[in-house]
């Protein structure tokens, strides 16, 4: 059997979310599975950090080879997967936090894109694949409100996917990690 | 080892004869007034170091080692005192860190920044617009003479031309020089050299945060140590500016800027600016994190900071407002490193401009801002003085001597008014130094001996820029052990320091109060620093409190963070 996690190390271009995400569902487009879970790791043993990706696949590509290298081709990078392949340093970072859950901030998540606005913590963590939400001061109650503004990253951290949240005006918790924090100098530096 | 004992020396002789000791152990071979070009300075470094090593042997080290370099060590090598207590502390307010219309991100004329910081009292300001490709192209010569212009309309407002940083590798910071023939020239060629969005945009780092810029960085601080080592310019400093806000400032890099010009870099933000980014949507406020500290940690932050550290603690930095945290950490080796407040002021919360419409990447400017008539809620910076300032003693209102008292550490970062000055006396009440030191400075005691700290505070004597009059609530006496240098440079806390004392400002207290607090046979180098608060928002352990994103009225929590006073223990 094929494995279900691969990981790559994305070129510059392909790190921002939205691009790592279009370029993942295009090379896995028409190949019979998706990306079900898409985290990106950090890989900090050299001077200058590296990202990798690692991806959980809903099943076995029709034609694994192909869709692997297609994916190699938009990642702009050797693919690895479980069990099989070399790839850079990044690559096998994000396999490997992945696997254990030991590390990595997912972009996509099983449940992600029912979640509304609004959610008590108790539902984020019944109808996706969260397993806990953490509160920066302290536990957060299950009839806690996120306002999630639909935006989510949650991570992992001791095999758990986590969710931070932080209070936020109004009573309610907010993700610590927000889709636009603010940008100084343009977000040029 | 050696250098501790050029701290000791210079320091001494700093305070009794000027700056005239400065140039005495870098006579002659290599000062070259033409040398703009970072790379050929860069090579003299070689010999600038050889000189200082020859000039150590030689015991005239104390002249070249650095000025504020006011060492306590663990050890208890000297018995010389710096920033000796006088009782007389001349205290000028002023913000080193303000944007115009030649930052990208910012709109206001030179002069519109330098009439509000005079309006809200301020006696020196720094203009630090943020460096790059353009600004150093294109800003510099635009923005000196419009410094002349409003240097010359306020007799009595020191303004610092300057530049905020991008530390390759690493957050922002301001750089800023006084006056003299060849400032303009030294920023130009440092900008050039050493901006970490200039080398990115070259090719030379792969990014302006990224790890490959930090020998760039340690490069750009020796440079501008040089520029005083060959006079000229009598002083340059440093402040790296909110610090925690990407968690990109890692202890190490803190640790290697310090020690690679202790004259130079000499502090950070203890407080950051856009302190009005977290009043409240419903209040009519911007409803952002108070500092725009809102960020989660990237690729490029330094991993073992905590979540907590990316977001402000009453108003300060988590880095100082941490007792036993990164702050304490770097005390705890002895070494001097301040806090500062500043505004950050790009555009002001419920100001009625918006910027220019010139191109600032053609042209370095936004051009002339463009009035709306109508307040704008969503900007979060207050103006130059109108909430945070920094009190720095000095020696009289003239440039270099409020260089001298920030980069000797005799700085107070205050919020809200909340004080109007402060006078600590730091001494050796028994066997020691009787007359003590006073901020930033350092004093002794033998063995056994007790150390006696006295603190006068002037509180507010009339309201803040909102009009309330703040009252002080309380003050602590903060204190760790010096434990020398960090063998792990990038520790970041000090579990030993800790509130040994809170004093609690009575309501029959008007004008000043004043507290004291001695130690009994003291057994170790130790630090002691102050910090106050009104008492509005304290957790369980009279520590701030995270605020929160978009619920934070930075008038109902007021701080002030005073720097600290070594004390050596000898024999």
Not at chain 2, 113 to 140: C, M, P
Not at chain 2, 230 to 259: K, V
Not at chain 2, 343 to 369: I, L, N
Not at chain 2, 485 to 492: E, I, L, M, S
Request: with cysteine.
């Amino acid at each position: 059997m094929t494995a279900r996690w691969w990981a790559g190390a994305p070129g510059p271009d392909v790190v921002p979310d939205a691009h790592l995400l279009a370029a993942v569902d295009w090379a896995l487009a028409g190949s019979g599975a998706a990306a079900e879970l898409v985290c990106t790791h950090v890989d900090r043993s050299a001077a200058t950090p590296r990202t990798g990706v690692a991806l959980r696949l809903t099943g076995t590509p029709a034609a694994p080879e192909a869709t692997r290298e297609a994916l190699a081709r938009v990642l702009g990078g050797p693919v690895l997967t479980a069990g099989s392949g070399s790839a850079p340093g990044p690559a096998q970072v994000a396999l490997r936090e992945a696997r254990s859950g030991a590390a990595g901030r997912c972009v996509r998540f099983p449940g992600q894109a029912a979640v509304p606005g609004q959610v008590r913590a108790g539902d984020l963590v019944e109808s996706t694949a969260i397993e806990e939400v953490v509160g920066l001061t302290g536990p957060v109650d299950a009839d806690a409100v996120i306002d999630t503004a639909g935006f989510l990253r949650p991570q992992w951290a001791g095999g758990r996917l986590t969710l931070l949240v932080e209070r936020a005006a109004g009573g309610v918790f907010q993700p610590f990690e927000v889709e636009f924090p603010h940008e100084c100098c343009g977000g040029a530096h | 080892m050696s250098h501790e004992h050029h701290g000791h020396d210079h320091h001494h002789g700093h305070d009794q004869h000027g700056h005239d000791l400065v140039h005495d152990g870098v006579e002659g071979t290599w000062a070259d007034p033409e040398a703009d070009d970072p790379l050929s300075v860069s090579r003299r470094a070689f010999l600038a170091s050889a000189a200082v090593v020859a000039g150590a042997a030689a015991g005239l080290g104390s002249a070249v080692a650095g000025v504020g370099r006011g060492v306590a060590s663990a050890s208890g090598g000297g018995d010389r005192t710096a920033n000796p207590w006088s009782g007389r502390s001349l205290f000028l307010a002023g913000d080193h860190h303000i944007h115009t219309q030649f930052s990208p991100d910012a709109q206001y004329e030179v002069e519109t920044q330098a009439a509000q910081a005079r309006q809200f009292g301020l006696d020196w300001i720094v203009i630090t617009d943020h460096g790059g490709t353009a600004h150093q192209k294109f800003s510099i010569d635009q923005i000196t003479p419009k410094i002349e212009e409003s240097r010359r309309r306020h007799r009595d407002l020191l303004i610092f031309q300057g530049l905020e940083w991008n530390i390759p590798g690493a957050e922002h910071a301001t750089v800023f020089l006084p006056p003299g023939r060849s400032t303009v020239d030294i920023l130009r060629a440092f900008e050039a050299g050493y901006d970490g969005g200039v080398l990115a945009d070259q090719g030379k780092i792969s990014g302006a945060t990224a790890g490959d810029g930090e020998p760039f960085a340690l490069e750009a601080l020796k440079y501008l140590d040089n520029q005083v080592r060959n006079r000229r310019t009598e002083i340059a400093l440093m402040f790296a500016n909110h610090p925690s806000r990407q968690g990109i400032d890692s202890p190490h890099e803190i640790r290697n800027w310090r020690d690679a010009a202790p004259s130079v870099a000499v502090g950070m933000e203890g407080a950051p600016g856009h302190q009005a980014a977290g009043i409240p949507l419903t209040a009519g406020g911007p409803g952002r994190a108070r500092g725009y500290y809102d960020r989660a940690p990237g690729a490029n932050s330094f991993p073992a900071y905590p979540a907590e550290s990316y977001r402000t603690h009453g108003g300060f930095d988590w880095m100082t407002a941490t007792v036993g945290g990164l702050w304490d950490s770097l005390l705890a080796e002895g070494l001097p490193w301040w806090v500062t407040s500043t505004s950050d002021s790009h555009q002001v919360f419920g100001d009625t401009r918006t910027p220019g419409t010139q191109d600032h990447a053609t042209t370095g400017s936004r051009g002339t801002p463009v009035d709306t008539g109508a307040p704008i809620t969503s900007y979060g910076d207050f103006w130059p003085g109108q909430y945070g300032s920094t009190l720095v003693a000095s020696r009289s209102r003239d440039y270099v001597d409020v260089m001298k008292g920030l980069q000797s550490g005799q700085v107070v970062a205050v919020h809200g008014r909340l004080i109007d000055g402060l006078d600590l006396r730091v001494r050796g009440s028994r066997r020691g130094d009787e007359r003590g030191a006073t901020l930033g400075g350092r004093t002794w005691v033998q063995r056994g001996g007790d150390v006696e700290v006295a603190i006068t505070v002037q509180l507010a004597g009339g309201p803040n820029a909102s009009g309330a009059v703040p009252r002080l609530a309380k003050v602590d006496l903060i204190s760790g052990p010096v434990t020398g240098p960090a063998g792990d440079r990038d520790v970041f806390s000090a579990p030993q320091t800790t509130v040994v004392e809170t004093f609690q400002v009575s309501p029959r207290d008007r004008r000043t109060a004043t507290f004291r607090h001695t130690f009994r046979n003291v057994q170790q180098s130790f630090y002691v620093r102050l910090r106050g608060s009104d008492g509005n928002q304290l957790d369980a352990q009279g520590n701030p409190l995270i605020d929160v994103v978009a619920d934070a009225d930075p008038w109902q929590d007021l701080w002030f963070y005073a720097n600290p006073v070594f004390v050596d223990v000898v024999r």
